[in-house]
Structure formats: C-alpha cells, structure tokens
C-alpha cells in the first residue's frame, strides 16, 4: 500500500539536479546507443525539467551497464525500499520459514475448561484475518473447551513498543497505509467501514468489518437532498471512533472505507474474544496485553504448560506468502514485520527497526552497497529519511538472482499487465508479462525498480524520480514509456530498431502520432471544404 504526502525533505538538493540526462555516459554498442537515444527523448518528450531523475540499467549477460544516469544519486526510493527489506528477509529466515502465531493453555487443561489463561503468543505475522482468528476460536471449540477461567493474554513481546517508523508523516493517520506496528497484526491492523442507506426507512447504516466492539461509531449525519458525507477514524477518550458527519439523500450509493486502527494488539485480543465467544466459549477474564518487560516470566510459563497434549493451537503463514502479499500489494505493515522479525527470530534480539537495518547493513554489503549509497530508517520506504541510490538496488536485484530465494523472490514481484500494482500498466501485447517490478510512490516521489525479461537477457533497472508537484500519472507514464521500450530491447541494433517500429515505441511513437495527427488534420480541412462548397 503504498501512500502520498507533501515531502519537504529532498527539496534542498534539486537546484544541483539536471533533469535531461545530457551526461548519460554509457558508451558501448549500437544497441546501446540506439536504446541512449530512446531513453533521452522519452525524458525530453515528457516535459518534466524540473523533476529529479535517476536512472540505472544493468545487462546481465553482458556484465554490465548499459544505460545510466544519476545512478550515484541518493534519492527516496518510497515502497522500492520493499525490494531490500524482501531480500533480506528471504535470506535471512530462509524461504521455509513460516510465521506460527500460537494460542497456548498457560495453566490447567481440563476436559471442556482451562483453568489459567489461553496466551496468545504472537509472532508479527502480517497476514492474520479475522477469518482466520475465526478459524483457530472453531478448532478451540472443536476440542471441547466451553470455558476459559482466566484471561485472554495477547503477548505482543517480540517488538518493541514503537508503532510508526521514524520519519512518517503524523497528518497521514488514519490513512489504512500507515498502520501501525505491532506483533499482533489484524487484517493489516486496519477496519473497514460500510456506509450505506437502509432501502425501507431511510436511515444511514454504519457497519465494520469486522464487527467488533473495539471501535465505535458516533454519527452526526443528517438527512438532505445532497450527499455531503464526512467518514474518517478519530480517537476519542483513547478509543477508536468512526466519526460521520454531513449530509445524505435518498440516492446515497454504498460506499467502504478503510483506517488504521490505534492499539493493534487489543484490537486482536477483542475481536478474538468476540470470536470465541461467538463459539460458544465464555471468557471469564479479559483481554490483557503483555509487554517486553515480563518476556522471561512468559516463556517460562508457555514452556512448562506446553508439555501436555492439546494445550497448542497454531495459526501460520509461509514466508512466500507473506513476501508476495508485501510486494504485490504494496503493503506496508508486511515489510515493517519482516525488518523486525530477522533480528528477533534468527537473533533472539527485540524486534525493532534499528536492530533490523543494523543486520540488513550486512546484507546490502554482501550484495556489494557500501554504506554511502543508502540511508535507511524502515523496512517499507514509508518514511521521508529514507535515501537510496539507484545503482544500490540494482545490485541487491542482481545479487537476488544468484540466490537460493531466487525463484521466491521473483514470484512475488507484480508483473506489468497481469496483476499487483503493474495490473494496469505497461499492458500493451509486447510488453504484458515482460517485466517483474515493485511500484512506489509517496508525494513527490515515483519509483520502478525491477527485470526485464527478454529471450537473449535479462536486464535489472532502477528508475527514481521525485521533486514533482504535478500528478504522478504523468511520471508513472514517463516509466512506462522507458519499461516499454526495454521491453523492445535486442543486443542486435536492426533488430532493436525493427521491433521500435512494428510496435510504434519510443521515437517510432512519435512519429507515429506526428502522422497520425497529421493524417487526421488532412481529413479535417477535406471536410471543411466539402461543408463550404
């Protein structure tokens, strides 16, 4: 998921920044020089002067660049951050690891009673549902439990207590793509809301998915002629508020939003209590969330009631799937879990940002990155510190094809006009299913990092723009014009310049277009003199 806000941060710099790569300084074969030519006027045609471009293109066949420019320069690579935080990841935890979240007796079983607590130990696996938690209250239920004496314990200490990442903007809340952080994750720690009109009286009906006491609902909204509606997540008395304000009329179409939810791991231990006792299973304590500080006495706690038969139930998810979902998607929260989970699964360390990226800095230097061409405070790229260089992330996207997460890693890249966040991009024939890229975008900011797949390669690129007040659309489409050609490429000049033609890219474009318009003119002024005689 990936977000938009006004980014201050790189302004400073742009006054150093040449938009028109003049000094793209690869020199090489006419391929190259023919895809130099290409590329230049594609960044000249889409009249962005004053936009910060940063470009890296790396043959891997060749061993070498074949285009670049800016490649040195540190810029915010918004979710293409996700590419490093999934590769370490992947090589870390390795690519059978599965996140457990167990539900364990921490007292006495009995036939159709636990005399204790039911501890939730949960494991920062980003995915849970609340079909899922559903799921696991079921096979609970299945066992014979009716009761549950003591409470309902939500551990939540394998992460520290931070919920947001350095750097994040505060005006972004309630956005659903800055959730916050917790080791008890729940549908991405957001809520969906339905708002809709009652067909017989009227009315306004407000409802959640799922629906659960944690938050509620205050509405203010008046009946009209117009639709007016005002629905967003406040916090009131530290609890979450769906707040509905405005006007509706009698036309109001259904309408879902989505927010982040404030105190995740309460917000898992509610609806799971809800869940059960939907099951039939009565909680006779209440929901406590633990923190760091009793780590010790809860391991051995787990540890001594776990020894007996049906005390654990668990709930997992592949890393595959977790790393596909981050990257599909764009999801912010799967990345800040995966930074954190590598130094507290594989370390034994706290779960937090700045044990993670102190190991990740390994990772990058074994993929060749020296610590000049990277500056980073989170796992998902959501933060404005957050600086990269392109030619840092063609080298972790290059080391990631010589690895045994290789295929895994592949997989999980959206895929240009098939699905992800490329579903509706780069689709023309030539180019649908050519390249493997993850998106980003933040205000000011666009970036596409990824391969292009062709029959005699495989190229790996970076490309990083920011500094734009104009939509992003129009630099998504100045990357799309540089993918599509790519996509073209052939180490054969002719044949490069055949396949430009025939599928009308880059200048053949143009000039396509030229006589297209010139072609329609012709039969516009044609008609004019027919209507004057």
Request: net charge neutral; glycine share 6%.
């Amino acid at each position: 998921m990936e977000m938009r806000n006004i980014s201050y941060f790189s302004i400073a710099f742009i006054v150093l920044v040449v938009s028109f790569p003049l000094d793209a300084r690869v020199k090489g074969s006419k391929s190259q020089a023919v895809l130099k030519r290409e590329i230049n006027f594609i960044i000249k045609r889409s009249n962005t002067p004053r936009t910060v471009k940063a470009i890296d293109i790396y043959s891997r066949r060749d061993g070498k660049n074949i285009y670049e420019f800016n490649s040195g320069f540190l810029l915010n690579p918004a979710s293409n951050l996700k590419i490093v935080t999934a590769s370490f990841a992947l090589q870390n935890l390795g690519i059978d690891y599965r996140f457990r979240t167990r539900f364990i007796v921490d007292g006495i079983r009995r036939p159709n009673s636990i005399d204790g607590d039911l501890v939730a130990a949960a494991c920062g696996d980003p995915i849970v549902s609340h079909a899922d938690l559903d799921s696991i209250a079921g096979i609970i239920s299945g066992s014979g439990i009716e009761s549950i004496d003591g409470n309902l314990v939500i551990d939540a200490s394998k992460f520290d207590s931070l919920e947001w990442g350095s750097g994040w903007m505060w005006d972004d809340e309630p956005g659903d793509y800055q959730m916050f952080i917790a080791p008890a994750c729940l549908d991405h720690n957001t809520i969906e809301v339905l708002v809709s009109l009652d067909s017989i009286k009227h009315n306004l009906l407000i409802t959640t998915q799922p629906v659960t006491a944690f938050v509620r609902i205050a509405s203010t909204a008046v009946a009209d002629i117009f639709d007016s509606l005002s629905v967003t997540r406040v916090m009131t008395n530290d609890i979450n508020t769906i707040s509905v304000s405005g006007k509706y009329s009698p036309y109001l179409s259904p309408s879902d939003y989505y927010f982040s939810v404030r105190h995740p791991s309460h917000y898992f231990g509610t609806v799971f209590k809800e869940m059960l006792e939907r099951h039939n299973i009565k909680l006779r304590g209440r929901v406590v969330v633990e923190d760091s500080l009793l780590r010790m006495d809860i391991a051995g706690r787990i540890n001594k009631a776990a020894t007996g038969p049906g005390t654990i139930w668990t709930l997992d998810h592949s890393l595959d799937t977790v790393v596909t979902y981050v990257n599909k998607v764009s999801d912010n929260l799967g990345a800040e879990c995966l930074l954190r989970s590598v130094p507290n699964i594989i370390y034994g360390q706290t779960g937090s940002a700045d044990n993670g990226i102190k190991l990740e800095k390994t990772f990058l230097s074994q993929c060749g990155v020296d610590s000049t061409e990277y500056y980073i405070v989170d796992g998902s790229g959501l933060s404005h510190y957050d600086l990269i260089t392109p030619d840092a992330i063609v080298k972790v996207l290059n080391y990631d094809l010589n690895q045994p997460y290789r295929d895994v890693f592949m997989h999980s890249l959206p895929v240009s006009g098939i699905d992800g966040t490329l579903e509706k991009r780069m689709n023309k024939d030539f180019a649908v299913g050519k390249i493997l890229a993850k998106t980003g975008s933040i205000s000011g900011v666009s970036t596409l990092s990824g391969y292009v797949l062709l029959p005699k390669d495989t190229l790996v690129f970076s490309m990083l723009m920011q500094n734009f007040i104009m939509s992003g659309d129009s630099i998504r489409a100045l990357q799309d014009s540089i993918g599509t050609v790519l996509s073209l490429y052939d180490d054969n000049s002719a044949t490069f310049v055949r396949n430009l033609k025939k599928n009308n890219a880059g200048t053949y474009w143009a000039a396509y277009e030229k006589r297209k318009f010139r072609l329609e003119e012709m039969n516009r002024n044609r008609r004019k003199k027919h209507i004057s005689k």
